[in-house]
């Protein structure tokens, strides 16, 4: 008996494919430990050395190493990070940069931010106008910040065969000062990043 039919019970092969099916996977809402997360984010990070792309196909690497449930929790952990970024703060800031941010791409940028590393991401969600700091080359250069989250639900399905389940509750309520659109909301929040970006709105 191998290592995942101790933990989960014998395994069914896939006729049409090598991926492994697990029958009655017990999802969970745990969420791997935090250092243990940012440790793998970090080594994609520095790996990647700075190409977003080249980054998920290492985080994928990386997450094929682990076990189902790992993933899972990794993946619990990564929505939770995503959920306490979601705020009106921080789509504020990217939105001055981006000159305009909907929904689906406020969703990806946070991800991005995610994959900067621990570091990064509390003093972002902490303080958004820090972004100002950054050479806009930089954010720039990974425009296109869609992809990352995608990758922890794709390596547990080749893994196992089925689609992942999350039972942990992403937060998806956009938390503290709400700002409009129109006017000087965005102006008066980030005069930092307004300054450095006052063609993009």
């Known amino acids: 008996m191998n290592f ?18 697990i029958p009655n996977f017990n999802f969970t809402d745990k969420l791997m430990d935090e250092d243990e997360f940012w440790d793998i984010i970090k080594t994609t990070k520095e790996h990647s050395k700075g190409d977003y792309e080249l980054q998920q196909e290492i985080l994928e690497s990386e997450l094929s190493k682990l076990t189902p449930n790992e993933i899972l929790l990794f993946s619990n ?3 939770s990070l995503r959920g306490l970024a979601n705020t009106w703060e921080l789509w504020g800031a990217i939105y001055i940069i ?3 941010c909907g929904d689906d ?3 990806d940028f946070r991800e991005w931010v995610i994959g900067q590393g621990k570091d990064f991401y509390y003093k972002t969600i902490e303080d958004p106008e820090s972004l100002a700091n950054l050479d806009p080359e930089f954010i720039e250069e ?8 995608y990758i922890p639900s794709k390596v547990f399905k080749d893994l196992t065969g089925i689609e992942i389940q999350h039972t942990f509750k992403e937060n998806q309520i956009t938390t503290g000062k ?3 659109e129109e ?17 993009n709105i």
Do not use: C, H, V
Request: avoid cysteine; aromatic fraction near 14%.
């Open 4 to 21: 995942l039919e101790k933990l989960f019970g014998k395994i069914n092969k896939r006729s049409n494919s090598g991926a492994q099916q």
């Open 77 to 79: 952990r990564f929505r």
């Open 98 to 100: 981006q000159g305009g």
């Open 105 to 107: 791409s406020f969703n």
């Open 142 to 149: 990974t425009a296109d910040f869609e992809g990352l989250g």
């Open 178 to 180: 709400e700002w409009e």
């Open 183 to 199: 006017g000087d909301d965005l102006k008066n929040m980030f005069p930092k990043i307004y300054a450095k970006y006052p063609t």
